[in-house]
DNA sequence: TGGCTAATTTAGGCATGGCTAAATCCAGGC
DNA sequence: GCCTGGATTTAGCCATGCCTAAATTAGCCA
């Protein structure tokens, strides 16, 4: 990662990444690699902090939807502000409260209790050929208004589409067969992943409902 | 309130409540009104505000105990953390996940949503006077040793005791009658708050068990 | 009323994590 | 091999909330 690339995703000045990065190699463990003017990795020890922090994450939102009954485009705000609050032994008390479990209401991977890194996503909407079926697998969490979109067209983890055009549009219809073709929008297709129904392990499995939680959360 | 009342209370030096006074009077609304080297006092703002920190707390500790399974001497340090980022509507959802309680584990009022202002606590232990029969109300909640003490006494809040002695120790019966006899060491007895029966509106409900939780969160 | 002591406030610092502006670096084009 | 422009780093500020040390205030007693 260049310095500029962390400014943009973190929608901070250049100047501040440095500052920061020049700490994070300076502690102890390091948690990066720095290697001036030229860029910075994570170590392991940066990984592991970074995992824990996503583990946190995601289950904060998978708690907020299943147990308090937020809909899916409203949890990452309060899990953000929650997660750097949250103390080890809370995280796993939530994990055990969850059942331990392996996704977060938008499809991400819940890194485990030890930290190990989570593959690579799965492949964008728009990265489908013509033709090809796939189960969608993931969303990013951090846009309400794409997640709200996704629920209004039906489009949820586990739910299996066929791509009927990729061009202009990506074109695609829901669900097994015959069902009526819908129109994605670009910047949904390029924020939506899918995989190859063999791979996925969601098939089938549609999410008892992601946006709104109309049964109310589950311990009422 | 006086500054070093605060400054002893928060464990800050003088000086720094007092530029913190000067901020809060400042702010719009002002939280306090403050008289210069005279002292300060909550606004109707302020005390509203207060009011939502402390129903927030209380709302998290119970929540920890209830459904997450942690023991009433551990609720207090991670509810402290959280209760500055939880957002107004989690506070609300929390509220009616653990059906709108009225108190938390450790037997404190928990401000409605009106944030109505909350009585003031029943009569320290310490106070009573010998021949007494009152029922347990409240324990500091901010000393886990003191918690795991209590607990260990069978000292819950709910719980019915008569003073045998006040001088020079406190001595004391638990439950109706016939029962072993108590010395309760000063420390506590200074913390612990009691209500005569006819006042309290938890005599006969030992609280499902205050200490560790041995039958798990609720909702697994 | 003067003065003394304790309480309080002011003045000036420190660390955090952001900022701007100015200096520096470096890679690609000539 | 230079030179130039974008990327990066440095230098120097700001606000927060805490600190210490010094000045000030207030209340009490003679």
Request: net charge negative; with cysteine; hydrophobic share 45%.
């Amino acid at each position: 990662m260049t310095t500029s690339q962390l400014a943009d995703r973190l929608a901070v000045r250049p100047a501040s990444v440095t500052a920061m990065l020049q700490k994070l190699a300076a502690a102890e463990p390091p948690l990066v690699e720095y290697h001036k003017s030229r860029g910075a990795r994570l170590t392991e020890a940066g990984q592991r902090a970074a995992l824990a922090v996503v583990r946190c994450h995601r289950l904060l939102e998978l708690f907020l939807h299943e147990k308090l009954g937020y809909a899916w485009d409203e949890v990452h705000d309060e899990a953000d502000r929650l997660e750097h609050v949250v103390g080890p032994a809370m995280v796993e008390r939530l994990a055990a409260a969850l059942g331990h479990p392996a996704r977060d209401p938008h499809g991400h991977a819940i890194p485990d209790a030890d930290l190990t890194p989570i593959g690579p996503a799965a492949t964008l909407l728009s990265a489908l050929p013509a033709g090809c079926t796939a189960v969608i697998d993931q969303a990013r969490d951090d846009d309400p208004a794409l997640l709200r979109q996704m629920a209004a067209l039906g489009l949820l983890p586990g739910i299996t589409l066929t791509v009927l055009a990729e061009a202009p549009a990506t074109r695609v219809t829901l669900g097994a067969r015959g069902a009526t073709p819908l129109e994605l929008p670009a910047d949904l297709v390029a924020r939506v992943a899918a995989e190859p129904p063999e791979f996925s392990t969601l098939t089938n499995r549609p999410s008892k409902t992601m946006p709104a939680s109309p049964f109310g959360p589950s311990f009422f």
